[in-house]
Structure formats: C-alpha cells, structure tokens
C-alpha cells in the first residue's frame, strides 16, 4: 500500500524540492525509479541547495549551446531512465516533439517490469513514440553495465544523445563512439558533466522548459549562425564557473552565519 502524500504547505520554502523528492519516492513504489535513484536526487538536491536552487548564467550559456547542438544534429536521441521519466514526463515529450529527438528508456538498474513502468509514465504524458522497450536491441562493446544494450534505432544510429541525470560510464563511451553528448548534472565534479561536451549545471525541472524554449527561439537560425553560436562554447569554462559560482557562494553564506 503507497504511503501517503505528506501535507506540504505551498508557503514553504522549499515546496517546489519537497514535491520533487516525494515525487521520486512514490516513483520507487511503483517501479520506475529504482532504490538507488533516491540516493541520487538526494545528492543533486545538496548541490543544487548550494546553487541557491536558481538557474544561474553557466545554465544558460550550456542551455543555449545544447539547443545549438540539437538544431544541428542529423540524429538527435533523448535517454530516458527512471528519475527523470518520474519528475519530468511532460517536459521530456515536449522537449522531443520541439526537437524531433525521439524518446528512448535506457536504465542501468533492470528490473522486471520497470521499463513497461516507465513506458506508461512517458504514454500518459503524451509520447506517441518511445524507443528502447520493442525488444530489438543493439550493444555499445565499450560498456559492461546493462546501460550497453541500446535501440538500433535510437542510441545506437545517434549522432548526438541528451542524457540528463547520466553515469559517467556510459557518457565516456558514447563519446569514444563519436556521438555528441549533452547532460544535464547538478554536479560539476562527477565524470559525466566532465565527459560531455555540453553540461548543464542545473536542476533538470529547471532546464527542459528552458532547453525546449530555447530550441523553438533558434529554429529560424541558419546552420552558420547555430555552428558560430556553438563552437564558441567552452565547456571547461562553464564546469570552473560554476565550480567558483559553488565556493563563493558557500564563503559568502559562511559569512553571514559567522558574522564576518
């Protein structure tokens, strides 16, 4: 029997993260986010506490350089594993009808059921097409994890993959294969965002309204304008800026605790 929504009053401070972390536990009831996926929300949700749970400039330039990549991918796909699908179903489809990426689940924790779990999740929000469950699969050889089992038609043909909330792993090995990657990672420090080409240091509720926006803004860009826009992004810069964003931000608050 599911546990019972806690009464979160909407004047609290931290409504908006309360409602995200009860979302993902009633997600590990119903099988579509596993245990392990409550330790990482956890942990995205003490660094995005240090951000001040805002989306800052070093969000915007990567937002911006991600829908660049988007427009300019041949084949753009968007992993889907079970937090993401929890707590960001409707932002996900309609990221993928702006963009035309198609939808693929892709789990590194498999479990019986889980990925119809999911798929149900994605349907009810609206997704006509979700890749990743038909049963045909295909096999990334530079991986061990049950991450390396990818649609033919998805993963595997992609020229460029989103992969929000990513483990490094998998990240490392898409880019050996050559494909463009793009995640979304509230933490600057893990492999992924320091893998990637593009990392959104941000909170990923946050990031698809405005990634969806931005790619609808720039589709009357041509291809020069979206490459210039795009090869100027640096994103060594972006992951130092938003490490310095972090430790100045928690000096400053050190202080006014202090007193100092």
Do not use: W
């Not at 489809?93 to 498999?110: C, D, H, Q, W």
């Not at 699969?137 to 989103?162: C, N, Q, T, Y």
């Not at 509720?205 to 090869?231: A, D, F, G, H």
Request: proline share 5%.
């Amino acid at each position: 029997m599911s546990a019972k929504m806690p009464n979160i009053p909407k004047d609290h401070p931290r409504y908006k993260a309360m409602m995200i972390r009860e979302n993902i536990i009633k997600g590990c009831e119903t099988k579509v986010v596993a245990p392990a996926g409550l330790i990482a929300q956890g942990r995205g949700e003490a660094f995005d506490y240090i951000i001040g749970e805002k989306t800052e400039k070093f969000s915007l330039d990567a937002i911006e350089a991600a829908a660049c990549a988007f427009l300019l991918a041949e084949y753009p796909v968007i992993s889907v594993n079970g937090n993401v699908a929890q707590i960001a179903a409707e932002d996900l489809v309609k990221l993928s009808e702006e963009s035309g990426a198609p939808l693929e689940i892709n789990l590194f924790y498999r479990a019986p059921g889980r990925e119809e779990a999911i798929l149900k999740v994605l349907k009810e929000a609206g997704a006509k097409t979700v890749l990743g469950v038909s049963g045909n699969s295909s096999i990334i050889k530079e991986l061990s994890s049950d991450r390396r089992i990818v649609d033919p038609d998805g993963i595997f043909k992609a020229d460029m993959v989103f992969v929000p909330l990513e483990d490094g792993d998998r990240t490392q090995a898409l880019v050996k294969l050559g494909k463009k990657v793009i995640t979304v990672d509230l933490n600057p420090l893990s492999r992924t965002p320091n893998s990637a080409h593009v990392s959104i240091i941000d909170n990923i509720t946050r990031v698809l309204p405005l990634l969806t926006e931005q790619i609808k803004n720039y589709k009357n860009k041509t291809k020069e304008e979206l490459k210039s826009i795009y090869n100027s992004y640096n994103n060594k810069k972006i992951l130092k800026d938003s490490i310095i964003f972090m430790s100045e931000r928690l000096l400053k608050l050190s202080a006014e605790i202090s007193g100092v």
